[in-house]
Structure formats: structure tokens, C-alpha cells
């Protein structure tokens, strides 16, 4: 089981560039699928991976990413800062993580008022339909 493993997947190189699915729970529906994020050291068939958020906390194996042919992001670029999965996948999100964070405006969205503009966020279809908004 092992080996055919190992003969499927190739072992990542430091500095390599890798693509990690995030789990459905961890994300709303209209986020990214994956994180882009660079294999830092590799231990004993272990990978710590970083993405630009921070050092990912726990250790991947090789069947949990994909590596990437184009380099995206440097080791450089890694905070020292260990940062969970579902953190990442929160601060790279449009809609602020899991679920919809929508307003139920009937005014143009233009001041604090809303809470799309409050938080620093586009409205989005879920919010009021097809209404005029200033905030899109």
C-alpha cells in the first residue's frame, strides 16, 4: 500500500509550490476550493507547508496536496506566525468564512448603516436581490 502510494504521488522538494483543498465546512460556497501555499521542510514523509497568512499548523502527507508547475509564492513570503487551515481559508474568503454575511438593506448601502460596508465587504446577490446598491 505504501509503495503504490509512493510511485503515485512523487515526494515534494522544498520551496516547491502546492495546492491544498479546503474542506467543504471550512469555506462558504462561492470561496476558492484550494490555498496556494509553499512546502517549507519535509520530515520523515511530512510536509509543513506556508502559505502567505502564516505557517500552516499541522503536517500534511503527500496524498493531501497537488504540487504546482508555476511558483506563486516564496518561502520568504511565509509570517512566522502558525495559522490553522479554516483561519486561512476565513482571510482569503470574499464573504468573511463559512456561511453568507449578507445585509438587508432597502437604501443604497452607502454608509456604516450596512453591515457589508461596515465590515469592508462587496454586498453580494444574497443580500437584496437585484436592488439598487452603491456597495457591489
Not at 22 to 38: N, T
Amino acid at each position: 500500500m505504501k509503495s503504490s502510494s509512493e510511485e503515485r504521488f512523487f515526494p515534494g522538494k522544498e520551496g516547491e509550490n502546492v495546492k491544498i483543498k479546503i474542506p467543504d465546512v471550512d469555506r462558504a460556497r462561492c470561496d476558492l476550493r484550494c490555498i496556494l501555499g509553499v512546502i517549507l521542510s519535509v520530515n520523515d514523509n511530512l510536509y509543513e507547508i506556508g502559505t502567505k497568512e502564516g505557517r500552516l499548523h499541522q503536517l500534511y502527507s503527500r496524498h493531501q496536496f497537488t504540487i504546482c508547475k508555476e511558483v506563486f509564492i516564496q518561502a520568504d513570503d511565509v509570517p512566522p506566525v502558525q495559522i490553522l487551515l479554516r483561519e486561512v481559508a476565513r482571510k482569503s474568503s470574499n464573504l468573511g468564512g463559512q456561511g453568507y454575511d449578507r445585509c438587508t438593506c432597502n437604501t443604497l448601502c452607502k454608509t456604516n448603516r450596512c453591515k457589508c460596508k461596515r465590515s469592508g465587504r462587496l454586498c453580494n446577490s444574497k443580500c437584496h436581490n437585484s436592488g439598487v446598491c452603491g456597495n457591489k
